[in-house]
């Protein structure tokens, strides 16, 4: 079965187009995937025989991306190494799981993959995935990124972020990021906010002012 979610042409032109196929096998998925090749532009979500394919656009884009560099000027002012993995392709066959966040990282766990392919059946999962979502999506994310065991969930609508930690196999929304536990969401909130009114580069600036007195105090 496959099925197209409507929403207003306002929020398909700003934010992403989304097609949701059901009953799709293992095998299924991993030949789209195949035959999408590595450099596709959609996003592929797989979840226990539900695919979503997405096509994000600019809202989309620009939200994700601004995201990413807010958390790695916060790992470069804070001396903490990193190994960004974008939408990298994460599979665990045997969950039947898979998903292209927006944002992948490792952060603790970073001197275990560093320098290599990251190999999720001998890995560690990544410490932080981003998802930007700013129309619905029928994946159940909190479910696929628990299986596999991410520690830190951070999810985007456009307006809100909510922060996820992993405890006891499922995820529990927390006030502030366990990895930059000092930092308020309202930060990322100003840090979008500045981006939107007088450029990124002019945001970015400020963004690591503030970061280099509240470390100086």
């Known amino acids: ?5 409507e929403t207003t042409p306002q929020t398909i032109d700003l934010a992403e187009k989304r097609v949701v196929l059901h009953h799709v096998s293992w095998q299924s998925y991993e030949k789209f995937l195949d035959a999408m090749g590595d450099s596709h532009s959609a996003r592929l979500t797989y979840y226990k025989g539900t695919l979503e394919i997405v096509a994000p ?15 790695e000027i916060l790992t470069e002012e804070l001396n903490l190494n990193l190994k960004s ?22 952060v603790a766990n970073e001197p275990l993959v560093r320098g290599r392919t990251v190999d999720l059946t001998i890995d560690p999962p990544p410490d932080l995935i981003v998802e930007v979502d700013i129309t619905h999506t ?11 065991g991410v520690g830190e969930f951070w999810r985007y609508n456009g307006k809100t972020l909510t922060i996820y ?35 990124e580069t ?12 509240q470390l100086s105090r």
Not at 171 to 194: A, G, I
């Open 202 to 213: 002019q945001a970015k600036r400020m963004f690591r002012t503030w970061i280099r007195e």
């Open 57 to 71: 656009l600019e809202a989309h884009e620009n939200s994700g991306s601004l995201v990413g560099q807010f958390i």
């Open 138 to 148: 029928d994946i159940n994310k909190n479910a696929l990124y628990a299986e596999m």
């Open 85 to 106: 993995m974008g939408s990298t392709t994460l599979k665990r066959p045997e969950l039947k799981v898979g998903g292209e966040p927006d944002k992948c990282y490792y």
């Open 165 to 199: 930690q992993l405890q006891n196999g499922s995820y529990q929304e927390v006030s502030t990021s366990p990895t930059f536990s000092w930092v308020e969401k309202e930060r990322l909130y100003e840090f979008l906010k500045d981006c939107a009114q007088q450029g």
């Open 1 to 5: 079965m496959v099925s197209t979610r």
